[in-house]
């Protein structure tokens, strides 16, 4: 007699369609993620052999303006896959680093806690602040690379809810 449990993995059912059957990795994202996933891929297969490897990224690196690219770097970025890197493979590896990505509505609460207001701008000295004093604490380069990337407006506020949204969909809102 076999019955199934229900785990915590289960999630309610999405309107948007996830492609079924074959693999695992394909049902843990949508049919439209799963296209962007492979436009990705098929960027970076510069020989069009169907795989990823060192000369690939090599190439890709090359094409969006970094020529010195190490072989050691490339190397280890070939060793994290387990075998030849093919779409599915590619998709795996994806899924294996998004798994531990929090919702974007988590990311949003926590930040709403330093914006009692609502604004949905913090202080950057602020957060800054906060981050490099409390809990797990962010060193200068981590608060460096985030400002890099997420650089205050001219009045020294962070946009928060912009930065909730790229963490979580990779792309700035229209």
């Not at 974007?104 to 806690?113: M, S």
């Amino acid at each position: 007699m076999s019955r199934k449990l229900k785990t915590s993995e289960e999630a309610p059912k999405k309107a948007k369609k996830k492609i079924e059957g074959g693999s695992n990795v394909f049902s843990m994202f949508e049919q439209t993620q799963i296209q962007e996933f492979k436009e990705a891929f098929t960027i970076m297969d510069q020989n069009r052999d169907g795989f990823i490897d060192k000369a690939d990224l090599r190439d890709t690196f090359a094409a969006l303006g970094r020529l010195n690219v190490k072989n050691e770097e490339l190397e280890d970025m070939v060793k994290e896959a387990p075998g030849p890197i093919n779409f599915t493979v590619f998709l795996t590896m994806f899924g294996e680093k998004l798994k531990g990505t929090d919702p974007e509505e988590t990311i949003l609460n926590a930040f709403k806690i330093f914006d009692p207001e609502g604004k949905g701008r913090i202080k950057a000295d602020y957060i800054k602040e906060m981050l490099m004093t409390q809990a797990d604490r962010f060193s200068q380069e981590e608060i460096n690379q985030m400002f890099a990337a997420f650089p205050p407006d001219v009045s020294g506020n962070l946009d928060y809810k912009n930065l909730c949204y790229v963490i979580t969909h990779g792309e700035e809102k229209d």
